[in-house]
Structures are given as C-alpha cells and as structure tokens.
C-alpha cells in the first residue's frame, strides 16, 4: 500500500465559470390558441369571453358537480388567440420577442402544448400561405443578420456545444471542399419537387427584421433537428449510414447494383457541456446561409419524423421533435475587416422550438401493439413535465428546496437549464374546442395555469467588446474610396492609395521635366535639385507642424486624460453610491416580491376561505330552513299526539269501566251458579248418606270369601297424609311395601326446566346431583347422558301449582341419533291445611270400623273424578305412577 504522500489524487472538476447573477425573474409566459371546428354542427365546449380569458362549459350529458349542475370554469393566459387568428399575429405576439432576444445574445424556449389534434404542429410549421412559428422565425433572423454574415465556414462546432473560429485560410480550404462535393454528379434520386417551398409560405409583406443589430459584429446560423421518440433522441438530420458488406437482394433473387444495406438510426445521448449546459452529443449541425436552406433542411427532417394514423388523428405525431436555432456571432478586428481570432469573445445563442406530442387516452384512440406502448411513453414524459412544473412552483412559492425530478424524462432533462434561468421560456397552449376533448381539455387547462406561476430567471446582456463601434462601416467607406480611386487611374487593386494621401501629394510643387537629352545639359538636374530641396523644405516644415500638433495634441489628451480621470473617479463613486441604492432598490424589491407573493397566497387563501365559507353558509340556511320546517312538524306532530292521548284516555277510561263492570256480572253470576251446583251436590250427598244409613244391618250376615281381584299397581292406594301411619288391620299379613326413587344412582342426567317454570319456596326440592341443566332439549347433551328429566308445571283444581317430574331412559337409535323412553312421573303437590275444605267424609258420624281402606278412599266426588281421569284405560305412564295415584272406588 503506498504512503499517503505518494498515493495519486483525484482530479477534480473544473470549476464553471461563474454566470452573472440576476435575481429578477419573469413568469413563465402561456398562450392559449383555439383551433375552429371540423365541422359547423360539432357541440362546442370552449368559449373565448375576453382577449386574456376562455371559459370551459361541460358538453350535455356530462354532469360536472355534485348537484347535477353544468359548472363552468374560467382559465386566464397572457392573451388568448381565437380562431380567426393568423399566423402572423401568433407569430407578432409570443415568437418575435424571442427571436428578437436570440440575435441580442439570448436564449430562448417556445414549445407547444395540448391534446392530440389540437393544431400544435400547425402552429409551428404551418401550410401554404400560412407559414407557422418556425418558418417565420428564420425568416426574421436571416432578414436581421443578412448583411453581417460571415463566409461559411469561418465558424465551425467543436461538438462539445461550443464555436471554433478558423481562418481565412482553413475556411477557404473547408468551402473548396464542399464545393467540389456538390459538383459531383449524383444518381438521379427520387426526391420531386414536391416539398413546399419557403417562399409559399410567406409572402414578400410579411416579412420583418430586429432592431439594434450589432453592425460591428459577424454571424453565422447553424440548425439542428431532433426527436425524441419513446424516451430516446434520435438526430433527424444525420446522414443515413449503408452497410457495404450486407448485400441487398430484390424480389427476383438477384443482388442488387448497389451493395449496400441500410443500418438503422442510433440513438444520442445527453451530456453536460463546461458551462453546465445540456447538449446532445453528436448531433448534426448544419450551417444554412439563407430561409430557403434552412427551410429545405428542415422539410429533410420532417420526413424522418414519425407519424402515424390513429383513430383521433389522421397524422399523429409520435414522437416529440426540437428545432434548434444556433447563432453564433463573434466581434470584427480593428480594422473591421475580418472576425476577431478569439474563442472567448464568441456568442452563442440558440432558439429550441418544442413540438410535443399530443396527450392522448388509449380508450379512445384503440392504440394496439407499438402505439400503445408510443402513447404510454409520451404520456409518461409530459407527467414528468407536469410534475417538474409543480415541484418548481412548490419551491418557490413556499420557500423549499426540493429536488426537480429533471432526469426522469429526456425532454425535462435537455431543456433544464431553461428553467434555471437560462433564457426565455413560452408556452402556446392549443386546445380543440369539441365536446369530445372536454376531459383532456380540463387537464390541459390544469397545467397551464399552474405553470402560470412558475418563474424563471431573466437572462442577462453579454459583453461590449472595447473595440469602437462603426469599424465595419469604416473599413466598407476605405474600400469604397479605394475602389473608386482605382477606377479613375485604372491601376491595379494592390497599389491604390488612400484619398488623404493623394491630396497631401497634390500640395507639393509639381516636379520640372527630367528628360536629359543633350550631355551638356546643365539645367535640368539643378531645377530638379532645387524642386526637391523646395519640396523637402515642405515636408520638413509640415513634420514640424506635425510634431508641434501633436504636442498640442498630446497635451490636450494628457488634460483630457486627467479630467477624464477625475470625472471616471467621480463616475465610480457615483456607481458605488449607485450601486448601494441599487443594492437597496433590490432588497425592497426582493421585500416587495416576497410579501407580493405573501399577499397573492393570502389572497388564494381567503378566496378558497370564502368560497367555504359561503358554501357554509349556504348549507346553514339550507339546514336551518329544514330544521324549522322538522320543528313545525314536530310541533304539530305532538299536539296531534296530545290530542290523540287525550281521546285515548278518555277510552281506555271507559273502556275500563265497562269490563270492570261485565267482570263484576260475570263473578257474581259465577259464583251464584256454584253456589247452586254446591247445594244441589250437597242435597244429593245427604240423601246418600240417608239411604246408605238406613240400608246398613246391625249386624250383617257373614259373606264367604271371594277371591280378591289381584290389584293393579296403579289401583294401589297410597300411604294417608297425616302425622301418624294408618292402622294396620288385625289378620291381615303386613307387607311392607318400599319402592326406591328412580332418581337414585349415579346416571347422568339431562335436567331439563323451561325458563316459564316458577321458583317455590318449598322445603323439599328435587336435586338431581352430576346432571346437566339445560332450558332446551339438546342432541349434545343427550349423547352425554343416561337418564332424563323434565320439569313441568300446572295449576291444580284447588288453584295450588303442582310441580311433575317426567323421568326417562336414553338410548342410541340405529341411525347414531338419541332416544327417550319416558317410564315414571313424580308429583310435588303444595296444601294449605287451614284452608277451608267443602268435603265431605262419609265416616263423620260413624265410628271407625275394620274397613280402613274403604273408609280412607271414599272421599269426595271431585278427588275421585280427578283419580279417575288420570288412571284413564290405557294410560302408558309406567309404574311411576302408583306411589301417588288413589285409587278409583267401585260401586257398591
């Protein structure tokens, strides 16, 4: 590893040279043209209303707001080009500044922009008799600079986007050179004269030239024609490139004369000159000395540029093309005669004429295959250039430093240094006023007014070269005279001289004949001796009148050069004095922008403040109105219910007295129909009792035995509910008789109580312990028991609740479900003892004999009616049963 003495450094950049800084700034200008209906019936969608304003109305059918509602929209530009425009005053208005800027040394930018046959290439290139924006702008350069061009050649490009100067020589040599190409005979080429023709395009009254062009100075045109096509630059003026080793065949298998294939054009790229300026590499630059060769250079573009036919245009353009105006200008020398040999003290100025593509809905225009994927591209270029114009009006409207997405897109990227303040910058918006674009249209508006508002940094003047001003038309006037001059002696052009000196040489004395013909002429060398000594003495009288001139001179230029001084150190101090004000006239300039745009955004922000506010208002009045006429009948809805409870009062009130009524006659009638019945049953039990009181022996007659009926388990008497057991009869066998609950055991149980069941508070309660409550059957909780359980209710005769428990066995069917098979029913019967009881016993006057059970079961008529309508024939209640059913008493 080397020391860090000796390791080799990175070479750094070379520093730009510093550009004059200008803080003022000019917003971008946007133009709005309007192109007239296809045709007269077409629904309109645009209206120009005002020289600066076009109002947007929604075609029919298509609602615009929420309320159904046509909403109309107003956008302001510069000025607003109508339909019965020309192409003249478009070109007067928005193209002629800047070309008036490009011969001053400035850069310019005017693109086109808006939906797809809008009319944008039209503006720009125009049509016979109507020639557009660029043949025009050439036009008026070649008008200006006419007189002041340099031979071709003088300048030549170092293709890093600068201007070489050559001399005399090395341009003479180029021209021979080109000349000697051009007189080699061609093969006649397809090519007819079927190109329009510059002169078609303007007529002679149309033309116009800048003014203030400097006459000190020499120019020269270089043009330049790109596209960029799906996100790549091609050069359309590059020369198409054969390849020699490819042979070309016809339809006949033969090869053709030519050898030769043709390859296919490659793209450019972009690159960063030393200035930060964006060029493209290797593109063609043609120097054009006239509006009828640049326009024929153009037309030669114009046919390598891709088009196609879609369903809204017939020659959509496919590709963004740039034409590229390059003046390069350079000073005269002293003398004014040739341009002055210095690179640096070259101008370079150039006008970028942008024909973008149109925006375009694939929806509409059923783009397939490569136009698809063309309108994608052209889509996502001007996205890119919408945005970059957002980020910039971000910037420097709200102070940020966001970075501009230039790279994204080739078109943003080359025309950067624009937006940095590199010149001028126009835009002509070109809208389509049918009903069929409303849509795009409204897009196209969007983005033009916002960039409206984006500044871009006055470009400044360049230079004055210290040479004097009118040297070229000195040096024309010396030519001229010399010219002159000659004529009259007939000499030859090298050895004339100037008019000044011919009269200094007429003022001497004329000189004596110097023929010597005879030797012994002694006169005529003496009166040449003493004509030139005469005409010496002259010259030496007129150099001491020179000098002592020129002393007088040199000392009033010494005066003049010291009051010169004085004024020049005066004239500083005033600058500086100046230059303080001006520094301060900037600063409150700069004050009074910032609180210009403070202002414009307070006044943005009360304009949308008071566009929500009186929205707010309006829905107030709108809600209140509605929340008073909901008050109104509300308040007429509760005085209808006032009312309405009123009269229903009244006949619940009624109502109520009527049934209290009906209910009092129905309980006395009912009471006195049981009353009859109880007397009447109480008559019949007392002739009963009679007839079995009378029919009864002292002693009766011992009857044989008969077989005892074996008794049925459910005619089995049940234990009397008294405080002691029953007397047992004497002679007869006790069997004690004890049968468990079924309840027992450890089964699981389904313990099944519906949730109408009512809670008693008896002592006894049924527990069935492990079991699983539930309030409805379940298959679940059957599958995890043995034993069921249901709880029922019921009120008995003598309106006590009576409480039955229904116990069943659960089995599996043979499908995999569950069974129940219901085998014993358990009765929790409630009695109040001290109750009055309207039974009648039998036994009441007798006194007890041996036949306990016949006693104990002849009871009431009412307990054996229920005993009998329980123990119905054919009951299946099970065995259950018998542990609590009485018994049904025969007939004696």
């Not at 003493?530 to 009288?541: D, G, I, V, W």
Request: proline fraction near 6%; charged fraction near 30%.
């Amino acid at each position: 590893m080397k020391p860090p003495s000796l390791r080799k450094g990175k070479t750094p950049r070379r520093p730009a040279p510093k550009k004059p800084y200008n803080n003022q700034k000019d917003p971008v200008g946007v133009y709005c043209r309007v192109r007239p209906l296809s045709c007269d019936d077409e629904e309109c969608c645009i209206e120009v209303i005002h020289n600066t304003t076009i109002q947007l109305h929604a075609p029919d059918g298509l609602k615009a707001n929420r309320n159904g509602e046509y909403k109309e929209t107003q956008y302001s530009f510069k000025k607003v080009f109508g339909i019965k425009t020309t192409q003249m005053e478009l070109f007067e208005d928005v193209s002629k500044p800047l070309v008036d800027d490009v011969i001053h040394g400035k850069n310019g930018l005017l693109f086109t922009y808006g939906v797809t046959g809008s009319g944008k290439t039209y503006t720009m290139t125009g049509s016979a008799g109507q020639g557009g924006l660029l043949p025009r702008s050439l036009d008026m350069i070649f008008n200006s600079i006419g007189p002041y061009q340099a031979k071709r050649f003088v300048f030549k490009p170092d293709d890093k986007n600068g201007m070489e100067i050559q001399n005399q020589v090395d341009a003479l040599l180029e021209r021979q050179k080109r000349d000697s190409q051009q007189n080699v005979p061609k093969t006649p080429s397809s090519r007819q004269r079927l190109d329009p023709e510059f002169a078609d395009m303007i007529r002679p009254e149309e033309a116009c030239k800048a003014d203030g062009v400097d006459e000190d100075s020499s120019y020269s045109v270089f043009v330049s024609y790109i596209e960029i096509y799906n996100n790549y630059i091609y050069d359309l003026l590059e020369e198409t490139p054969v390849d020699p080793l490819k042979a070309k065949w016809n339809s006949g298998g033969t090869p053709l004369r030519s050898n030769t294939e043709f390859i296919p054009p490659q793209s450019k790229i972009l690159r960063e000159d030393q200035n930060h300026n964006m060029y493209v590499a290797g593109c063609t630059e043609v120097e054009v000395k006239s509006t009828d060769e640049a326009f024929d250079v153009f037309w030669k573009g114009q046919k390598k540029r891709r088009i196609a036919n879609t369903q809204l245009n017939r020659e959509s353009s496919r590709s963004h093309s740039v034409f590229i105006i390059k003046l390069a200008q350079a000073p005269l020398d002293a003398d004014g005669d040739n341009v002055l040999q210095d690179k640096n003290q070259v101008t370079v100025s150039q006008l970028c004429l942008v024909d973008l593509a149109g925006s375009e809905r694939t929806s509409r225009t059923r783009a397939e295959g490569s136009r698809l994927r063309e309108a994608g591209n052209i889509n996502q270029s001007l996205m890119t250039l919408r945005t970059c114009m957002e980020v910039l009006r971000e910037n420097q409207m709200c102070g940020t430093n966001k970075m501009v997405p230039y790279r994204d897109s080739k078109v943003t990227h080359f025309f950067k240094n624009y937006f940095d303040g590199e010149g001028k910058v126009r835009m002509i918006v070109c809208v389509n006023p049918k009903a069929d674009d409303y849509e795009e249209t409204l897009l196209v508006m969007r983005f033009a007014e916002m960039t409206q508002e984006v500044e871009v940094a006055r470009p400044v003047d360049r230079p004055i070269c210290g040479f004097a001003p009118g040297r070229r038309q000195r040096n024309l006037a010396f030519k001229d005279e010399l010219s002159r001059r000659l004529e009259e002696r007939g000499g030859p052009v090298d050895t004339e001289i100037p008019a000044a000196l011919n009269q200094l040489l007429q003022s001497f004395p004329p000189l004596p004949p110097c023929e010597i013909s005879d030797p012994s002429d002694d006169q005529t060398l003496p009166r040449l001796i003493e004509a030139l000594e005469r005409r010496h003495r002259m010259r030496q009288s007129m150099i001491d009148e020179y000098n002592r001139t020129a002393n007088m001179l040199k000392s009033m230029l010494q005066e003049m050069d010291g009051s010169l001084m004085n004024k020049e150190n005066y004239i500083h101090q005033q600058q500086g004095q100046l230059g303080e004000k001006d520094k301060c006239i900037q600063d409150q300039k700069s004050e009074i922008d910032r609180l210009e745009k403070k202002a414009k955004m307070l006044e943005y922000k009360i304009d949308i403040l008071q566009k929500t506010t009186n929205i707010y208002e309006e829905d107030k009045r709108t809600l209140q109105h509605e929340l008073e006429s909901r008050e109104h009948r509300l308040a007429r809805e509760q005085s209808e219910k006032k009312r309405m409870e009123a009269r229903m009062q009244g006949m619940v009130y009624d109502t109520k007295l009527q049934w209290e009524k009906e209910c009092e006659r129905r309980v006395n009638a009912k009471q006195l129909e049981m009353q009859n019945k109880l007397w009447v049953k109480d008559e019949k039990l007392k002739q009963l009792k009679a007839i079995v009181t009378e029919s009864r022996p002292e002693n009766p007659p011992a009857r044989p035995e008969k077989p005892q009926r074996p008794s049925r388990e459910k005619d089995r008497l049940p234990a009397k509910r008294s405080a002691s057991p029953s007397p047992v009869p004497t002679g007869a066998p006790v069997r004690p008789h004890h049968r468990r609950s079924h309840s027992a055991g450890n089964e699981r149980w389904v313990d099944h109580k519906p949730v109408t069941n009512v809670e008693l508070d008896t002592v006894m309660q049924p527990n069935l312990p492990n079991s699983i409550k539930v309030s409805t059957p379940s298959e679940k909780a059957l599958s995890k028991a043995d034993k069921y359980v249901l709880t029922h209710q019921e009120v008995a005769s003598d309106g006590e609740i009576q409480t039955k428990l229904i116990k069943g066995e659960v089995f599996k069917t043979r499908s995999g479900g569950q069974a129940v098979q219901f085998t014993d029913i358990e009765t929790l019967k409630q009695e109040n003892p001290t109750a009055s009881s309207r039974k009648r016993r039998s036994s009441e006057n007798q006194p007890p004999q041996g036949d306990g059970n016949m006693q104990g079961g002849w009871t009431d008529v009412e307990n054996r009616c229920s005993v009998a309508v329980e123990m119905r024939a054919g009951s299946n209640l099970g065995p259950g049963y018998q542990h609590h059913g009485y018994q049904k008493r025969r007939k004696p």
